[in-house]
């Protein structure tokens, strides 16, 4: 026994019967199992207590729901005023059904919501509050990701935007890899680059650190050579600046790739650091110790590389989630919220034992819960980034084209904001306990427990009489504050009341490098006792002092935290994750440092920046520092070990009487598996089960049996007996009391078990007792308790010589097993196998699973109609567009004929906007986009109209081409100008110029300029920088403008040839400030198109690469757009029409017809200053 229990236990032994004779201590243990757990216990300390066997116990260890009633016998006896108040206490428990505090017990069944639905509208409101407060910072840790992650898609989306010439040649278009120059060498690599996330840009470090390292270890000599090592650094310097001087002209001359010089080289480079660093350490180290640091930093760059690629996916998860509407994007949001709603209804069941899954079918489902809980995490993180990335990123993508400094202002603003708040609340580490139900479930067990040993509050003495016919009125919903007492002055042992041991557990899954500990258990014990004594792990017994000794409620409500991110053994990163999003935060975390009990080598100083998003991201993730740190995340002790007798066997106990009330419905015993393995592991103390001896005659033998035997229906034992052999050589016995029903209970218990099959197994997540549920399990515990007569747990105690033999596991031979043949003899047997459960008891249960099974089969029959009836509507709606869109194809098929008549398209027309008015209605799926075809049919059937003369087109014809007709699936989706894309641009050139976000409105970088100019060996050329547009030109009086073939068919007499160009020079500006966008059918006349870029830059305009309208058409599987007939300008207004002209002036028409202007109407909405120049289709493009 440890020196201070000894004192403890010594100091009872005193003031209770004046002298300590110094013999091993008697120990209750008071398992976990919630409020089942304590009103079992509740009724078996009543029966000990009757016999007035309950003081002849020195220890009370209790766990979760045990230390609830322990809790409460600690908190009388430290109210005592003498011996003779404790043996009146013990007294009043014997008789506990007419004692005030034994009414009061009673009348809070239901402790966690006692004053009904006041009581339940608080809970409530709690909940919700402290879930929001939670997913609030939650976001906010999510934001400060999202924020650097923006700000790092800001700085290399600008750089690469500045120094990458979409204008050059593209690398597609050379025949060979080695053929390509400088500066295609670079736009093949960031074609390349831009295809993958932002941030793995950023793995070059890690890969150049990777190649560092392998370096250094493979020069690591067992035998260290200065010399030698100094000549290799010698060798890779001449090397590399070798190859750095000629490197360049010998692969120009042969032909080689140009990114072999500058690979060596750095390859050179990294040999010179790594030899330089095995210079310089391995005079002090071995080379063992050398070879392992190298490892270990190794591993380190790797996890950082790990870490980089995670982050890579969520940054480009979050920008799709961004890139959407913001109603898909609040519908994303809405299905996660009711993700983590129903995932709080489903939790407590699959960390409860309700049914417990054997083997690998448990360990499968926890695993497929724990990734479920990491990918909702991942889901929800990219979510909130995605939101930043709404703020900081969209906006940088404007009509005119990037401006990134809108983005970096909006960056800088949501900074400001959610940064400040950050850091400044960031200290406020009690928020962590504050936002949990840590407060609120302490709380109820001080105002349900420790409240029925507060006199004020019951208004007279604890252990008085009172009537249950007129029961005191006592205010439930008010806070006492002498409910609760500092665990300073918790003392219950000071006159005679046994000694309170409160076991909790420390979570654990991580540690320092250089510390070890059970990575499997991932918890530790920590012991809690009176006057602050406390005991974590194998350390000594030390005195707590301070406001971090917290109160006896609050060590009993830690205790009990059976809902939680930590979960001591089980713990998992994904079940935390949906712990936290669930709101099922019942640990506590606890700062050591703060009571002075802090273990060799933690971190006692944590630094604050930051302190409450850390540590709640650590929670959140199931990553607990443990005995490393001075912050403790603090759990249920049934995490570490349930049955709360592994205290009581370091204290090497003469006799145990366990209370193994976790839920164990299939008599598994589980639980003490754990103990008899740790208490061998941990102890040396080696635990052996007993069974009865057959044909010994003691008359208390008939309650006891082998564990077979307290499983089996056929057997009336509820007591099983172990013997102990301590690491000192001393034995010990354990009575092992196990919930079950018997034969000679109360008819009021054989009812109940009839009703409720699983009783006295029940989940402990009912935290919920009626008062029929409160009192069966309160009796049974009574009548299970009545066995422990005086003279059978001293006879136990000394050994019980003779009365046992060790448990075999197999069952012995009994008066009962007759021959196989005697029709008797097998009555009897079936007799006897039934005789745990009454017949009665047997036919119940089988109507509740009959039931059971009636009530599962009707709502299997509504789910089967329910989606019987989805699959018919959806089979009608298939039905009916096919036939719509047959009907459309028969009509096309009209209008295209040789022989069709002329009002094939009115009645294409027509037959379109009844399809469309039927089937594409707002807020339902387009229709129109799951048929490729009908995309072609619509831009056939504008343009059959479009081609009728003006004043004679159908009524169907003039509905169809009107843009405002309401049926927007008829209506061409039209991209915006600089559509929001992933790296700023394309850099493939696959996609239109309009969209690709051409405009250059910031200046250059000169770094990137510089950059840029260094990889690709000339001098880079000035950006073109918008300005204003210099005033307009005097307009020319020309026809009415047309449609541009994007939008529809040209009107007649919109466009007319311009006249030759003069033989002047146009001003070099004449075109600032004008995008050029060249739409060409196919390859052909791409060539002849790209020489025009130059001289039409050196006009002032910014040229964006060619478009290729056929490739582009038929990647959005849409028909290409009808075209010009000859080369055209398309300008949006008058004032481009000078630009338009010193275009054609410098450009000689590709196919020898005369260049052609044509305005823009007004009401088609275009970017300003864009001017289009599309060049006809070529007879190889003809038929596409």
């Not at 003031?15 to 199992?33: C, E, F, K, N």
Request: hydrophobic residues 45%; proline residues 7%.
């Amino acid at each position: 026994m440890d020196e201070t229990i000894q004192q403890l236990v010594g100091e009872r032994r005193r003031a209770l019967h004046g002298v300590d004779d110094g013999h091993r201590p008697w120990g209750l243990a008071l398992s976990g199992g919630g409020i089942r757990s304590a009103t079992f216990c509740l009724g078996l300390l009543k029966s000990l207590a009757e016999r007035r066997q309950l003081l002849k116990f020195d220890l009370i260890s209790t766990v979760s729901g045990g230390g609830y009633i322990g809790a409460t016998i600690g908190r009388l006896c430290t109210d005592a005023k003498s011996p003779d108040d404790v043996r009146e206490i013990e007294r009043a428990l014997g008789d506990v059904d007419r004692a005030r505090f034994g009414w009061w017990l009673r009348a809070n069944g239901r402790y966690l919501i006692p004053g009904g639905l006041r009581d339940t509208l608080f809970a409530a409101a709690l909940y919700l509050r402290n879930l929001l407060g939670t997913h609030i910072e939650l976001a906010i840790a999510a934001s400060l990701i999202g924020m650097v992650l923006a700000a790092t898609n800001l700085l290399l989306w600008d750089a690469v935007f500045r120094a990458v010439d979409l204008n050059s040649v593209p690398p597609d278009s050379v025949s060979s890899v080695t053929d390509l120059d400088a500066t295609q060498y670079v736009r093949l690599l960031v074609e390349w680059a831009t295809q993958w996330p932002t941030l793995w840009f950023t793995l070059v470090g890690p890969f150049i650190a990777s190649v560092v390292l392998a370096c250094a270890y493979w020069s690591v000599r067992d035998k260290y050579s200065p010399a030698s090592i100094l000549l290799q650094i010698g060798m890779w310097l001449a090397l590399g600046i070798g190859a750095a001087f000629i490197g360049g002209p010998l692969v120009q001359r042969y032909s080689g790739p140009l990114w072999i010089t500058p690979a060596f080289v750095g390859f050179a480079m990294c040999w010179v650091v790594a030899l330089t660093w095995v210079l310089f350490h391995g005079r002090r180290k071995l080379a063992a110790a050398m070879r392992n640091e190298l490892t270990d930093r190794l591993a380190s760059v790797i996890n950082t590389a790990l870490l980089i690629l995670m982050l890579g996916l969520l940054d480009r998860s979050a920008w799709w989630l961004a890139a959407e509407d913001s109603q898909q994007r609040v519908s994303y949001g809405a299905v996660l919220l009711v993700l983590a709603a129903v995932l709080r209804g489903v939790l407590p069941m699959l960390l409860s034992h309700r049914q417990e899954i054997p083997g690998v079918g448990k360990s499968l489902m926890l695993t497929i819960a724990s990734l479920l809980g990491l990918v909702l995490a991942f889901c929800l993180a990219a979510w909130w980034i995605g939101v930043v990335y709404t703020v900081a990123l969209l906006p940088v993508f404007t009509p005119a084209g990037l401006d990134f400094t809108r983005g970096w202002a909006w960056l800088g603003t949501i900074a400001v904001i959610i940064g400040s708040y950050a850091f400044v609340t960031g200290r406020n580490f009690g928020f962590l306990n504050v936002s949990s139900l840590h407060m609120f479930y302490k709380a109820r067990i001080v105002r349900g427990y420790l409240g029925a040993a507060n006199a004020r509050r019951l208004g007279a003495s604890p252990v008085d009489q009172v009537s249950g016919l007129e029961p005191p009125q006592v205010p439930v919903g008010e806070v006492d504050p002498h409910d609760d007492l500092s665990q300073l002055r918790y003392s219950p042992q000071r006159h005679g009341g046994p000694v309170h041991l409160v076991n909790i557990c420390i979570n654990q899954t991580h540690s320092t490098k250089d510390k070890l500990f059970n990575r499997d258990r991932k918890s530790q014990p920590l012991t809690v006792g009176p006057l602050g004594w406390m005991q974590a792990g194998g350390a000594q017994w030390t005195q707590a002092h301070g406001d971090g000794a917290l109160t006896l409620g609050a060590w009993t409500a830690i205790s009990g935290a059976a809902f939680a991110p930590g979960l001591g053994r089980l713990t998992k990163r994904g079940l935390a994750t949906l712990s936290v999003f669930a709101g099922l935060r019942l640990g506590y975390w606890w700062n050591s440092a703060d009571a002075g009990i802090v273990q060799r080598g933690a971190v006692v100083h944590s630094s604050p920046l930051l302190m409450k998003t850390r540590f709640l991201l650590l929670e959140c993730f199931g990553a607990f520092p443990g005995s490393s740190s001075a912050n403790w995340y603090l759990s249920d002790g049934g995490h570490f070990e349930n049955t709360a007798a592994y205290a009581l066997l370091r204290q090497e106990a003469a006799l145990i009487v366990m209370a193994d009330c976790g839920a164990d419905p299939d008599y598994r015993f589980c639980d003490l598996e754990i103990l008899i393995r740790r208490a061998r592991i941990d102890l040396n103390a080696e635990i052996t089960f007993m069974k009865p001896r057959p044909g010994a005659d003691w008359k208390h033998l008939e309650a006891f049996g082998s564990l077979n035997d307290l499983a089996s229906p056929s057997s009336q034992a509820c007591l099983a007996l172990a013997q102990v052999r301590y690491a000192s050589g001393a034995t010990g016995q354990i009575v092992l009391v196990k919930p079950n029903v018997s034969a000679s209970l109360p008819v009021d218990l054989v009812n109940f078990k009839a009703a409720n099959p699983l009783f006295p197994q029940q989940p402990t997540t009912d935290q919920f007792f009626d008062e029929a549920q409160w009192e069966s399990y309160f009796r049974l515990g009574a009548e299970i308790g009545n066995r422990l007569e005086d003279e059978m747990l001293s006879h136990v105690a000394t050994g019980a010589v003779g009365l046992f033999v060790p448990d075999d596991g197999q069952p012995d031979s009994t008066p009962h097993a007759g021959k196989s043949g005697d029709k008797d003899s097998a009555t009897a047997a079936a007799v006897g196998s039934m005789s745990r459960l009454q017949a009665r008891v047997l036919k119940a249960g089988a109507v509740t699973a009959s039931i059971g099974i009636g009530t599962a089969a009707t709502f299997g029959v509504a789910a089967w109609q329910g989606i019987d009836s989805w699959r018919a509507q959806r089979a009608d709606q298939e039905k009916s567009e096919n036939g719509a869109f047959k009907d459309l194809t028969e009509r096309w098929a009209h209008l295209h004929s040789g022989n069709g008549s002329g009002d094939a398209p009115a009645l294409l027309a027509a037959e379109l906007l009844r399809t469309g008015d039927l089937l594409c209605r707002e807020g339902s799926d387009n229709f129109m986009a799951r048929f490729r075809l009908s995309v072609r049919i619509v831009d056939d059937a504008k343009q059959a109209c479009g081609n009728e003369v003006a004043g004679q087109r159908s009524p169907a014809c003039l509905r169809l081409l009107d843009p405002g007709n309401g049926i927007d699936c008829l209506q061409p989706a039209q991209a915006p100008p600089c559509a929001p894309r992933y790296w700023a641009r394309d850099y493939s050139g696959q996609t239109g110029s309009k969209q690709n976000c051409s405009g250059t409105l910031p200046e250059p970088w000169p770094v990137a300029v510089w950059v840029r100019d260094v990889l690709t060996g000339r001098r880079g050329e000035e950006t073109q920088v918008a300005t204003a547009p210099p005033p307009p030109a005097p307009p020319v009086a020309l026809p009415g403008g047309a449609w541009p073939p994007t939008y529809g068919p040209a009107a007649p007499g919109g466009s007319v040839p311009t006249p030759a160009p003069a033989p002047a020079t146009p001003p070099p500006d004449v075109c600032a400030g004008a995008v050029i966008y060249i739409q060409t059918y196919g390859t052909a006349l791409r060539d002849k198109a790209r020489n025009w870029r130059g001289p039409w830059r050196a006009l002032g305009a910014s040229v964006p690469p060619i478009e290729d309208v056929l490739s582009t058409s038929r990647r959005a599987g849409r028909a290409p757009p009808v075209g010009h007939p000859d080369p055209t300008v398309v300008i949006r207004e008058d004032s481009s029409r000078a630009c338009a002209q010193a275009l054609i002036q410098t450009a000689n028409s590709p196919t020898g017809q005369p260049w052609v202007i044509k305005l823009l109407p007004r009401s088609i909405k275009a970017e300003p200053g864009a001017i289009e120049v599309w060049l006809p289709r070529t007879r190889d493009a003809s038929g596409n």
